[in-house]
């Protein structure tokens, strides 16, 4: 059983096509339902409780807990000077609290069925831009949550890997502005960056990627 939160749209979707392929059942978090889950656990993750009880409802299926693939994110856009307290919060909350709590909440059955992490993060937690000032955070976040339960499962099966695409074709831009953005030299294809993160668990368990960075290449 492989978990993928966010797997309605983008990188989740194709993660959960590339797994529901491969004969195994997928459990989408999201708010929305991923048509590639054969399990929707239709939720926010931006609230405690909700994070709860989705954990809760996961711990009730039987099949062995393979990966947990932590995706969901939302991405902001606001200036130094306007940021608001609600978007800090908005952000922190589903992009890091999340990871946290879902991760926490599982823990036992994580340790019981050896299960492998994934914490989605972002270039954006490796440099920093422009106008991005609480995205950029809470992807350093990211990478620094996945870099600490490194060290809780050191001595344990459970790989932990910190996933760090650059920018990929999502709406997630979208989102935050109304606009789809429009990189320069062209966007990732997510069902690429899908494969790869596929690729990399599909490893013996003895090798750990610890953290991967994918940086968008772009050329004329």
């Not at 239709?42 to 609230?47: F, H, P």
């Not at 492998?116 to 990211?142: E, L, N, P």
């Amino acid at each position: 059983m492989i978990v993928i939160t966010g797997a309605s749209d983008g990188l989740g979707l194709q993660l959960a096509k590339l797994y529901s392929e491969a004969g195994k059942k997928v459990v989408n978090i999201s708010r929305r339902p991923s048509k590639y889950a054969e399990i929707n656990i239709e939720m926010s993750l931006r609230e405690g409780p909700d994070i709860e009880e989705a954990a809760a409802m996961v711990n009730e299926l039987e099949e062995g807990l393979e990966a947990i693939i932590h995706n969901a994110g939302v991405m902001s856009l606001q200036p130094l000077g306007s940021i608001t307290e609600e978007e800090v919060k908005r952000l922190m909350s589903t992009n890091v609290k999340s990871q946290i709590l879902l991760t926490s909440f599982l823990a036992d059955r994580i340790k019981k069925d050896k299960t492998d992490i994934v914490c989605v993060a972002s270039t954006v937690g490796t440099k920093a831009y422009k106008d991005q000032a609480v995205y950029g955070a809470s992807k350093w976040a990211v990478r620094g949550f996945a870099k600490n339960l490194q060290e809780e499962f050191k001595d344990a099966p459970n790989r932990v890997i910190s996933f760090c695409p650059g920018g990929f074709k999502s709406d997630i831009a979208k989102k935050a502005t109304g606009q789809a953005a429009e990189l320069k030299g062209g966007s990732m294809e997510p069902a690429d960056l899908a494969l790869f993160m596929k690729q990399i668990l599909d490893l013996p368990k003895n090798m750990e990627v610890s953290e991967v960075i994918i940086n968008r290449k772009a050329f004329k």
